[in-house]
């Protein structure tokens, strides 16, 4: 099987959930440097891989599983860049390697090109290795004008790999900051947060499936693209349905807010036109909908993925009796739609955000929606092999450090009637 590594995000934990998630056959090896993945899988990645993951920034495939050292780098490096022309551009990205044999590999690593007659430079150093944007504009990342050298000193091996793939945060930044739309008076949801759930909300929907279905998938090896359609009930400017216009994903959108839905509808009309997506080939409806009435859809959507409401966007450290007041409210607004959800969405998996607070060193979470769970026919689930902080109550938290207000993901089965 392949041998991969990958950066993870600044949420460590979402990251690596979403690649359980994501990847075929996905088997971890171990967590080093407290923000490295070695992994294998039973599908080959490619630079692609990595546009369709929101949590991770780099992503290598190992070279060699030979016994080899740092002396070695230089002939490795050689090897990854034949089809190179002209000059040569080559990086190291070194983990738990001393910084004097970072600098005499960078080192040997030009004497080796100018041996072979190859000019060259280097990009990063032994005290930091290149920025993602610097991999993307020197076209390190691609492999078109050079390669980098992904380097992991483990206790009883050297794990090299290639650097195949890294994070186009432009593409990131461009999305979410050009939309016409942008609603700061509630939580903005990062479209990579957005693309993460997607990916989890892909995976319960391959385990929705019927035995002799997964063995189909797993036979042909998910070679024909997944198209699903998926449902935001509480849309927002429309986030998630643009991320599933994207993916090619069909999407249904509806929000509460009028205003909310005239900017998804700008939103999605803008991401069209300027990606060419056309409505014959991905469709989209967007409509003003409460998402704790009746849903009256003739064919049921094969996924719900959704941030529900985070509640009022707080900018100062709230009060413990304010936050209460909030808890109460949301509390029952996601029981209602829970109710609503298992009796006009039947069988239909549901991937949400709940919101909790961060008073102090305290993280005030719901409470009530977890025995509400069963009542209405949903246990919480995670991706094979990612443990849950609480085995009783299986989510991950989403919280950035200047934020009063985080998100509590869950991914909700349906419970099959016995």
């Known amino acids: 099987m392949p041998q ?10 979402i990251s690596l959930a979403e690649l359980a998630a994501s990847l075929e056959g996905f088997v971890l090896e171990s967590i080093e440097a407290k923000q490295v993945a070695l992994f294998s899988t039973s599908e080959e990645l490619d630079a692609s891989t990595i546009d369709r993951l929101g949590g991770i920034s780099i992503l290598a495939e190992r070279i060699t599983t030979a016994d080899v050292s740092m002396s070695d780098i230089p002939k490795l490096l050689s090897g990854e860049v034949t089809k190179v022309k002209k000059k040569v551009t080559f990086g190291l990205r070194c983990y738990n390697v001393a910084k004097g044999d970072v600098r005499t590999a960078y080192r040997k690593g030009k004497e080796e090109m100018k041996r072979q007659g190859r000019p060259c430079r280097y990009i990063g150093n032994d005290k930091k290795p290149a920025a993602i944007a610097l991999l993307l504009d020197s076209e390190v990342a691609s492999g078109k004008k050079g390669a980098e050298l992904f380097i992991m000193r483990r206790p009883n091996e050297l794990w090299v790999g290639k650097t195949i793939g890294v994070q186009d945060i432009n593409a990131y930044t461009w999305r979410d900051m050009e939309k016409p739309v942008r609603d700061t008076t509630v939580g903005l949801l990062p479209p990579k947060l957005a693309q993460i759930m997607l990916n989890f909300g892909g995976w319960m929907a391959r385990e929705a499936l019927s035995e002799e279905e997964k063995k189909k998938n797993a036979a042909r090896k998910r070679k024909k693209k ?18 599933c216009l994207l993916l090619g994903w069909h999407t249904e959108a509806s929000d509460s807010a009028g205003k909310a839905v005239t900017g998804s509808k700008k939103n999605i009309d803008w991401l069209r036109k300027e990606k060419k997506i056309l409505k014959k080939d991905v469709s989209d409806s967007v409509e003003k909908h409460d998402a704790t009435k009746p849903f009256t859809f003739k064919n049921l959507p094969d ?70 769970l069963e009542k209405a026919g949903y246990e919480a689930v995670l991706p094979d092999g990612i443990e849950a902080e609480n085995p009783e ?17 869950v991914l909700l089965r349906p419970i099959a009637e016995s």
């Open 4 to 13: 991969y590594a990958a950066v993870l995000g600044h949420q460590p934990h």
């Open 226 to 243: 997944e198209i699903y359609t998926v449902l935001d009930p509480f849309c927002g400017t429309g986030v998630i349905p643009m991320e």
């Open 303 to 372: 996924i719900v993925v959704t941030e529900t409401t985070l509640g009022p966007n707080l900018s100062n450290k709230p009060k413990k009796s304010e936050v209460n007041k909030i808890k109460k409210d949301n509390e029952k607004l996601q029981e209602e739609f829970l109710k609503n959800a298992a009796a006009t969405l039947p069988g239909v998996p549901i991937v949400c955000m709940w919101p909790f607070w961060r008073l102090g060193t305290e993280n005030v979470r719901l409470e009530k929606i977890w025995g509400a």
């Open 393 to 409: 109550r299986p989510s991950l938290l989403y919280q950035r450090k200047d934020q009063f207000v985080g998100r509590e993901i």
